[in-house]
Nanobody, 125 residues
Framework: VQLQASGGGLVQAGGYLRLSCAASGRTFRDYHMGWFRQAPGKEREFVTTIRWNDGRTYYADSVNGRFTTSRDNAKNTVYLQMNSLKPEDTAVYYC???????????????????WGQGTKVTVSS
């Protein structure tokens, strides 16, 4: 699976952005999808994940209520709607794919087998 993330940019605090991640290659439906982010000098952290079949989602506490992930299996695309952005949301955002037979909620980056190249989000105060 090849993943291509897009939609990053510069936004003021309180603003919004919508990231997209287009998948190609192997069957998109065989994978749950996730978003991670990595701020300068920090480790990559989990943001959200969405199941391929029923669309169930799970969010990190830091973004719960502000971010929404969705997927369009017909378009092989997953989205991350980010509202009420804060300066601490500044990071490179990565989409990733984890096999759908993975047990439990995939919040660890080591569980993901395919990664996009990342898109940079900068939130100014």
């Amino acid at each position: 699976v090849q993943l291509q993330a897009s939609g990053g940019g510069l936004v003021q605090a309180g603003g919004y952005l919508r990231l997209s991640c287009a998948a190609s290659g192997r069957t998109f439906r065989d994978y749950h999808m996730g978003w991670f982010r990595q701020a300068p000098g920090k480790e990559r952290e989990f943001v959200t994940t969405i199941r391929w079949n029923d669309g169930r989602t799970y969010y990190a506490d830091s973004v719960n209520g502000r971010f929404t992930t969705s997927r369009d299996n017909a378009k092989n695309t997953v989205y991350l709607q980010m509202n009420s952005l804060k300066p601490e949301d500044t990071a490179v955002y990565y989409c990733a794919a984890v096999r759908s037979d993975t047990i439990g909620v995939p919040t660890h980056s080591s569980m993901y087998v395919y990664w996009g190249q990342g898109t940079k989000v900068t939130v100014s105060s």
